[in-house]
């Protein structure tokens, strides 16, 4: 689950490549967890590891071309899964999820 986060996080959150202490954050875990995470993505090649130029001891994470696929790949899937789940409702439960979701956006909470 920390794998397809941190994913997330490197396609949605960051315009340039974030360190490994700014991904914790975001994902809200602890340092270890993200840097094994991280590592397993970079094993994998959908995450891509450099140095940073202005500080070498700190590592910058960049999605690759491969796990920006990956995470279209679990977008459709979710999407997937929320339509099924949306489809099972009755008329009056998905308004009721509109309107929520409506209100979510307007809160700025899906941001």
Excluded: M, N, W, Y
Excluded at 83 to 111: I, K
Aim: net charge positive.
């Amino acid at each position: 689950l920390s794998q397809v986060r941190a994913i997330h996080v490197l396609v949605c959150c960051d315009p340039e490549p974030p360190p490994g202490g700014r991904v914790a954050e975001r994902l809200g875990i602890s340092p270890a967890a993200t840097s094994r995470a991280l590592d397993a993505l970079v094993t994998k090649g959908f995450v891509a590891r450099t140095e940073s130029p202005e500080d070498r001891r700190v590592r910058l994470f960049a999605i690759t071309a491969a796990g920006r696929a990956a995470a279209a790949r679990l977008t459709a899937l979710k999407r997937a899964q929320l339509e099924r789940f949306v489809a099972g409702l009755e008329p009056a439960q998905r308004q009721t999820l509109s309107r929520s979701l409506d209100e979510l956006d307007l809160s700025g909470a899906g941001s």
